[in-house]
């Protein structure tokens, strides 16, 4: 049974963890992309000495308290050594995402003052180079590849710096050990920068305040319900650690906890990673829940009799999930719960539950839950995971809160809603509909942002979320939409975008869509089919399109088609399917919130041309701009 201890340091919290279960495994990965390092282990007693060579290698290069260190790699054990290796020498981590563009690396190491760069090939160490002269403060790189030799003095591998703080231990333990010991919850533990959606990021400053705070309501909340996190845990860690959504509910919970943490290859084999390293929970965006439900429905409409049969199944599954509700709409998912089933409907659904049972292995055998915040999930996604015995727990959280404020209990969730306050925060609306919240987790302030970090507080002291919700009868809250997303028509109406999209998020002929109407007279849409559902239906039936002009790319825990050829888009049966799901969508709206026109694109939105933000959120200002023409023949 896990003994939760109040108010540590990140620094406290790993030594504690260590102490009690040093031999226990902290991290599972894939030896054979790090050059079969440890046979693809570490337990907590061997994660710790790399942490002090690694911290002994800093301080030998003369860190000093306070100073700021990025980490620019894809999700590692390696990233996890560098992180608590650097928060213990009392530094502070500057997270960057890997896949961000020279011109943006360099707004971040300029803004923070980096002295040092963590990257994590040599495809990030060629960005970085050429912008090198730009960033005055940034001394040196170490890139985490450890075979990589440099002949620039100012790189170095990991190796290296590991082999330079064992050299150097004797001299330099004390020292370590002063610094990590002397750390206060006061102290800046890192900045993260905003993704950006509308403009420019901004480094929100957490301390170690913060995420102790933020992981004592985590712990409080599984307690409650009846279902403690513990050291028998695993934690699979495949969103970028460089948000705070995995860095804080996965690693850094992780640590708290003395649980596993497991490494995805990639987000490209996600779905293998899962049965592999069998979590009991990971953390995951609402975009790739939709891929797995449409990867799930393109299988069924490959097979008629597959798809009867789990017809059948899901309507029998949606008779024992009412069994499940209480009066406000939300559901026990507990798996102790009682269900008090009729004889008759308590046959079918043993019946059902056999192939209920072939999706769940999907995940492993271990899932306890997952979680999925960072943008709303659709409440009939959330009822099809439910009913076919996945639980998906929504949240509310932001960089600025440490993740969740708000997150819907085992016990009680609710479809369409992300759940109460969490414990040890407070949420409040304000006139305007805007969420205000205090309490645990807060930031203290945005780097170098005096009148931004102003603005983002109330007078009294709540930090003003710049999100839109309503608050329902039983402390519930549900989000509108972003407050600088709304739409506002030339008629002086208000329309949502979140609203739109989410209704097409279980189409799977539909993939990804923008909502337009800024100062217009009427909603427009930019619309992405579902190219590989596309490509299964024309194959199938026998309908030709130009091969050649198919590309793919690798995403979000699959692999993805990104671009088609204009002969495959116009094709009829495609548009009048499209057509077919926009009018379905417009009939579940008020007027002035229906779709008027809508253009088809035969490409993605994404990461790599600055469409989406890293938990793939559509970047408005640069989607405007990439089809401003498009856009404009829309209301011509």
């Known amino acids: ?20 279960h040093g031999d226990r495994i902290a991290q599972r990965f894939n030896p054979d992309l790090y050059y079969g390092d440890n046979g693809g282990q570490f337990t907590w007693k061997e994660m710790q000495a790399r942490v002090e060579d690694i911290a002994c290698g800093f301080l030998s290069l003369g860190l000093e308290k306070g100073q700021r260190v990025a980490i620019m790699a894809t999700n590692s054990p390696y990233w996890t050594h560098c992180d608590v290796a650097l928060i213990n020498c009392a530094a502070v981590v500057v997270t960057i995402y890997p896949t961000l563009s020279l011109n943006e690396v360099s707004y971040i190491v300029n803004d923070s003052e980096c002295r040092y760069l963590i990257a994590g090939n040599t495809d990030i160490l060629n960005r970085v180079m050429p912008g090198w002269d730009e960033m005055p403060t940034l001394e040196k790189v170490i890139i985490l590849d ?16 590991m082999k330079l703080g064992q050299e150097n231990r004797s001299r330099l333990y004390d020292l370590y050990q002063e610094r990590w010991q002397n750390i206060t919850l006061d102290d800046w533990a890192t900045i993260l920068y905003t993704s950006g959606t509308t403009g420019q990021g901004k480094g929100v400053i957490l301390t170690h305040w913060c995420f102790s705070s933020r ?65 009991t929970w990971f953390s995951c965006v609402p975009r790739l829940y939709e891929r797995i439900y449409m990867a799930f429905q393109q299988m069924l409409e490959a097979s008629p009799m597959k798809k009867k049969l789990f017809t059948w199944a899901l309507g029998v599954g949606e008779q024992v999930l009412a069994y499940r509700m209480d009066q406000f709409g939300r559901y026990d998912m507990r798996p102790e719960y009682p269900l008090c089933l009729p004889l008759g409907l308590r046959i079918k659904y043993k019946l059902a539950d056999k192939l209920f049972a072939k999706v769940r292995e999907l995940f492993g055998t271990r899932l306890r839950f997952s979680f999925s915040a960072s943008a709303g999930i659709a409440p009939e996604l959330l009822k099809f995971f439910y009913t076919v015995g996945v639980p998906v727990l929504e949240g509310y959280g932001s960089t600025e809160t440490t993740s969740a404020v708000c997150y819907n209990p085992m016990r009680a969730c609710k479809p369409g809603s992300v759940g109460p306050q969490a414990n040890a925060s407070e949420c409040r609306v304000a006139e305007d509909g805007e969420l205000e919240v205090r309490g645990a987790g807060i930031f203290i302030g945005y780097l170098n942002k005096p009148e931004e970090t102003r603005e983002a507080f109330t007078e009294d002291g709540w930090f003003k979320t710049g999100d839109l919700v309503v608050k329902d009868i039983d402390g519930y809250y549900r989000i509108v939409d972003r407050k600088k997303a709304i739409i506002c028509l030339a008629t002086g109406k208000n329309v949502a975008p979140y609203k739109l999209e989410s209704l097409f998020s279980t189409s799977v002929e539909i993939d990804q869509v923008f909502i337009i109407g800024d ?51 116009n094709q009829p049966l495609l548009r009048e399917q499209i057509e077919a799901v926009v009018q379905k969508v417009n009939s579940q709206l008020e007027n002035f919130e229906t779709i008027k026109r809508y253009a088809i694109l035969p490409n993605r939105f994404t990461e790599e041309k600055g469409e989406l933000t890293p938990t793939l959120k559509t970047k408005k200002r640069v989607i405007m701009q990439n089809y401003a023409d498009l856009i404009e023949s829309l209301y011509q």
Not at 146 to 161: F, G
Not at 522 to 543: K, M, Q, S, W
């Open 215 to 279: 992981v004592d309501g985590v712990f409080y909340y599984f307690l409650n319900a009846g279902h403690p996190l513990n050291h028998e845990d695993t934690v699979l860690s495949f969103l970028p650690l460089s948000h705070i959504f995995d860095r804080g509910c996965s690693q850094w919970l992780a640590i708290w906890m003395g649980a596993t943490i497991a490494y995805a290859d990639s987000p490209a084999t996600m779905m293998d990673d899962l049965k592999k390293y069998n979590p």
């Open 1 to 20: 049974m896990y003994e939760h201890v109040e108010n540590l340091t990140m620094s406290q919290a790993f030594a504690r963890t260590v102490a009690k």
């Open 146 to 161: 450890t075979r990589y030799e440099s002949d620039d003095p100012r790189v170095m591998n990991l190796a290296q710096l």
């Open 519 to 569: 100062e217009r007279n009427y909603i427009t849409a930019l619309i992405v089919p579902n190219f590989l559902h596309y490509i299964e239906v024309f194959d199938r039936n026998g309908i030709t399109y130009d091969k050649s002009k198919i590309k793919y790319m690798e995403a979000g825990g699959s692999q993805l088609c990104a671009e088609v050829g204009e002969d495959f888009i």
